[in-house]
């Protein structure tokens, strides 16, 4: 074993906070929190990543020599409990002026883009303190963000001159992959840190070199509250399963689906002419095919993960920011984010992919804007595009927003996938003008 793959990857303790605390309950001590640059910081030292890119090839090497510790069965690691990967992170807007640019919008609101970007590097690290092993220096495992199951917004404005602190804990693991709790607190005038999200991710282990999957530490229950969101785990699983087999790029929409279709249909045949053919828009309303809005970068190193794959909170802002300016012009008003949905992470982003992303608006009703962006790569010598991943997205405008209409069949499934997911939304939110989220 080098004496690389031998330094101790244990965590500073005292920088974290164990106990639940913010999360569900406050009866732990609470512990200094994490800086959030140095989350990005610890997960470095956990991989044991090169911080010169020419030197990416030989640390990635030296992860080989890490793959005698991957466990040869689930049996073989030892339980955890909620409590082993609970971290709590402050984001120190209010009392670090320097952070603060690197957050802010115009309008002196807080960028959501960069808090997608930290929750995602929130997630893999606990992810990392649920599977920490004490006899290894570095970890093994190579942790990836599979699915953002759902991130929703609670109703308070989010400035960029105060603290913000990230919770997060494993709260559900199957064989290889985590469900993540994470929430997220601003700190309000009265001195405490007020609710501002609630976010669900799954990440999965892989091995050392992140190319084949890598069993994770069994999760055990305290008590009844954690009894219960391992339960709300197996069942979020059940949906997910159930919601991909009944994808519409697999299975004919429902009956009720196939009315609303035809229903739009009807409403923009036009009335003078028999004819399927001649089509005119109602008022108030929008084809599909004009609200589209797309977007290249070039992948550089810089936003390399410590796998040196395009890290996904890169994504995941970029996807958000083409989205958002999409809601934007579409909207004809500042709109602000309500819920962020089952962002799957299908295929890696090479380093120097072109990446290339079309967002659209797929469903409208009263003051919301339900938006897909399709993420595709190119690598620059081949031509062939490969889709890596699709971001939903439900905004709020100030006014009520035009009604949207597909063209083509291909739009009405789009249509009906952006129903759909708008009506997963947990909870309708009430527009308030404090409330102000955006890019
Ligand atoms: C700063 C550090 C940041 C690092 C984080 C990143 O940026 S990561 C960068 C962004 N993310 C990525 O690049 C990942 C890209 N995606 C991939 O490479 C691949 O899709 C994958 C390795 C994650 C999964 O591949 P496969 O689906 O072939 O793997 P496999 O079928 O073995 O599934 C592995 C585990 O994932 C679960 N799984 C798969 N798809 C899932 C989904 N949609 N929702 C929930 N769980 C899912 C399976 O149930 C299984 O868990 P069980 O075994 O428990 O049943």
């Given amino acids: 074993m080098k004496r690389a793959a031998m330094r101790l990857w244990t965590l500073n303790k005292g920088l974290l906070t164990h106990g639940r ?8 001590k609470i512990c200094k929190p994490l800086h959030i640059q140095e989350v990005r910081n ?61 957050y802010l919008t115009v309008q002196n609101t807080v960028r959501f883009g960069r808090i997608l970007e ?50 997060g804990h494993v709260s559900w693991v199957g064989k290889t992959s ?46 009844k509250e954690e009894e219960e969101l391992i339960t709300q785990g197996e069942l979020n699983k059940s949906r997910r399963i159930a919601f991909s087999t009944t994808s519409l790029l697999k299975v004919a929409p429902n009956s009720e689906e196939r009315n609303v279709i035809h229903e739009l249909f009807l409403n923009t045949l036009d009335p003078k002419t028999i004819s399927f053919q001649s089509r005119i828009l109602p008022p108030k309303a929008v084809w599909m095919e004009d609200t589209k809005l797309k977007s290249l970068d070039i992948c550089h190193p810089q936003e390399r993960n410590i796998f040196n794959r395009i890290f996904g909170g890169f994504l995941m802002r970029k996807a958000y920011e083409l989205a958002w300016a999409t809601a934007c012009s579409f909207g004809g008003s500042r709109p602000y984010v309500v819920t962020v949905d089952d962002i799957m992470f299908q295929k890696p982003v090479e380093v120097g992919s072109l990446l290339f992303l079309s967002s659209q608006v797929c469903f409208t009703q009263d003051n919301y804007i339900q938006v897909r ?49 708008f009506k997963s939304m947990s909870t309708p939110v009430i527009l308030k003008k404090n409330y102000t989220v955006e890019p």
């Fill in 21 to 28: 605390g913010l999360a569900y309950g406050s009866e732990n």
């Fill in 42 to 102: 610890k997960l470095r030292e956990i991989v044991g990543v090169s911080t010169i890119w020419r030197d990416h090839v030989k640390a990635m090497e030296e992860r080989k020599l890490l793959h005698n510790f991957l466990a040869t069965s689930q049996k073989a690691l030892p339980p955890r409990k909620m409590k082993d990967s609970y971290i709590e992170v402050l984001l120190p807007l209010g009392s670090d002026p320097d952070l603060r640019d690197k």
């Fill in 118 to 167: 930290d929750l995602d590097s929130l997630g893999v690290l606990v992810c990392y303190m649920h599977n920490q092993n004490h006899s290894t220096k570095m970890s093994p495992l190579s942790i990836v963000t599979v699915l953002v199951d759902k991130i929703d917004m609670c109703k308070y404005s989010l400035s960029p001159e105060q603290d913000i602190k990230f919770t």
């Fill in 178 to 223: 985590m469900e993540v709790k994470m929430k997220m607190f601003q700190m309000h005038s009265d001195d405490k840190f007020w609710p501002v999200l609630d976010a669900t991710f799954v990440m999965v282990a892989r091995d050392s070199e992140n190319k084949g999957p890598a069993f994770v530490n069994p999760l055990v229950p305290e008590n």
């Fill in 373 to 421: 962006v399709h993420s595709e790569v190119a690598s620059l010598d081949s031509r062939e595009h490969m889709t890596t991943n699709v971001f939903h997205f439900t905004f709020m405008s100030e006014k009520e927003v035009p009604l949207i209409f597909p063209k083509t069949y291909g739009e009405s499934m789009l249509y009906l996938d952006g129903q759909r997911h």
